[in-house]
C-alpha cells in the first residue's frame, strides 16, 4: 500500500524501446519505490512529437512498447497508474497557463535543450521543443507529483518546474507543490561518448536478445591504450568496465585488477559483461512475453490508468481555475 505523502510523476518519451540507460537511470528505481508512494507513470507522446513530429506512427506503436517494457521491468499496474499524455487535455491547458510566465531567454539557456538541440543539429527551434521544459512542469503539477525520479541530465528541467510552480503559488494561491528530483546512475553508450541513447545508437535495448547483447558488447569501445592483451589497460576509462560495476559488481575489483595487469583481454571482459546483463534482461523477456500475449489486457491498464490520471487532472485544473479566478462556471 502506498502510504508516504510524496507523489511521484515519471515516465519516458515514445520514441521507441527503452534501454539499458533507461533502466539504470530511472527505471529500476520505480520499480523500488512503487509500493512506497503513489506513482504516476506516462508515456509522454505528445512530448515525442518535440522531435519525432513527421513520424506518428513510430510514436503511437511506441506507446504499446513502452508499455510493455514498464510491465516488463516490473511497474506493478496495481501499483503505479500508466497513463497516455495526449489523453490528459488538462495537462495542455496547465502547459499554456505555465508559459503565460516564463521568458523565452529562460528556456534558450537551458542547458538540456541547448545539448539536445547541438545534438540533433537543430538551428532553428520549434516552439514545441524549446518549450519542452513548460510541458513537462505541466506533467508533474498536474497529479501534485513532489518527487521526479529521473537522470542528471533533467535537472535544470525540474529546476523550471520548480520555478513555474512557485511563481503560480506566489501569483495566485499555495495549489501546487514544489517537486524535487531523484537522479539515479547514468549509465555511458557503447561508443565511450555520451550516455547511452536510443538517438546516438549506442545503446542495449531492453528487450535485446542474448546474442544481440554480445554483439553490440563485442563492437563497443575500449581502452583505446590498450593494444595487446597483454598490455595493462586502464579501466576506469573503459565504458565497458562501467558495465561490470553495475551489472558485476562483486566481480569489478577483480576485473579492474585484471585490465590494469593486462591478464584479461578485452574479448573476455566484453563477454564476463554481456552474460551478466542477459542475467539481469532474462526475467524482462519472459514478463514481456507474457504480456505479448495478452494485448486487450494491455490495453486495459492503459485505459484503466488514464482514466484515473484524467480524474486527477480534472480536479488539479479546478483548484488551479478557482485560485486564478477564472472558473467562470463548473460544465
Known amino acids: 500500500m502506498n502510504m508516504n505523502k510524496d507523489v511521484i510523476l515519471t515516465g519516458d518519451r515514445t520514441t521507441g524501446q527503452l534501454h539499458l540507460g533507461h533502466y539504470v537511470g530511472s527505471l529500476r528505481s520505480r520499480v523500488q519505490l512503487q509500493n512506497e508512494y503513489k506513482t504516476y507513470i506516462l508515456l509522454a507522446d505528445v512530448q515525442a512529437l518535440t522531435t519525432h513530429y513527421d513520424q506518428p506512427g513510430l510514436i503511437a506503436d511506441s506507446v504499446h512498447q513502452v508499455t510493455l517494457d514498464y510491465l516488463a521491468v516490473g511497474i506493478d499496474p496495481n501499483q503505479a497508474t500508466l497513463f497516455i499524455q495526449s489523453m490528459i487535455p488538462e495537462i495542455a491547458e496547465l502547459t499554456v497557463i505555465f508559459s503565460m510566465f516564463v521568458t523565452v531567454n529562460t528556456l534558450r539557456h537551458n542547458p538540456t535543450i541547448k545539448t539536445e538541440a547541438r545534438d540533433r543539429g537543430y538551428t532553428d527551434l520549434y516552439y514545441g521543443f524549446l518549450g519542452y521544459p513548460v510541458s513537462q512542469a505541466a506533467d508533474i503539477a498536474f497529479c501534485k507529483a513532489t518527487l521526479v525520479p529521473a537522470g542528471e541530465d533533467q535537472i535544470p528541467h525540474i529546476e523550471t518546474a520548480r520555478k513555474l510552480v512557485r511563481r503560480f503559488n506566489e501569483l495566485y494561491a499555495p495549489v501546487l507543490p514544489e517537486p524535487r528530483i531523484l537522479t539515479g546512475e547514468r549509465l555511458g553508450g557503447l561508443d565511450g561518448i555520451g550516455k547511452m541513447s536510443?538517438?546516438?545508437?549506442?545503446?542495449?535495448?531492453?528487450?535485446?536478445?542474448?546474442?544481440?547483447?554480445?554483439?553490440?558488447?563485442?563492437?563497443?569501445?575500449?581502452?583505446?591504450?590498450?593494444v595487446h592483451r597483454t598490455d595493462p589497460g586502464h579501466p576506469d576509462i573503459c565504458p565497458v568496465f562501467a558495465y561490470h560495476q553495475l551489472f558485476r559488481?562483486?566481480?569489478?575489483?577483480?576485473?579492474?585488477?585484471?585490465?590494469?595487469?593486462?591478464?584479461?583481454?578485452?574479448?573476455?571482459?566484453?563477454?564476463?559483461?554481456g552474460t551478466a546483463i542477459n542475467d539481469l534482461l532474462a526475467p524482462f523477456h519472459e514478463r514481456r512475453n507474457h504480456y505479448e500475449q495478452r494485448e486487450n489486457e494491455v490495453k486495459e491498464i492503459l485505459i484503466d490508468g488514464t482514466r484515473q490520471a484524467r480524474k486527477v487532472a480534472r480536479e488539479t485544473m479546478l483548484e488551479v481555475r478557482e485560485a486564478m479566478g477564472i472558473r467562470y462556471f463548473d460544465l
Open 249 to 273: 559488481k562483486e566481480h569489478a575489483e577483480e576485473i579492474h585488477a585484471s585490465c590494469s595487469q593486462g591478464s584479461i583481454g578485452c574479448r573476455e571482459c566484453k563477454h564476463f559483461a
Open 198 to 226: 536510443k538517438s546516438m545508437g549506442n545503446a542495449i535495448s531492453l528487450n535485446a536478445s542474448p546474442e544481440d547483447v554480445h554483439a553490440k558488447l563485442t563492437k563497443a569501445k575500449t581502452d583505446p591504450a590498450r
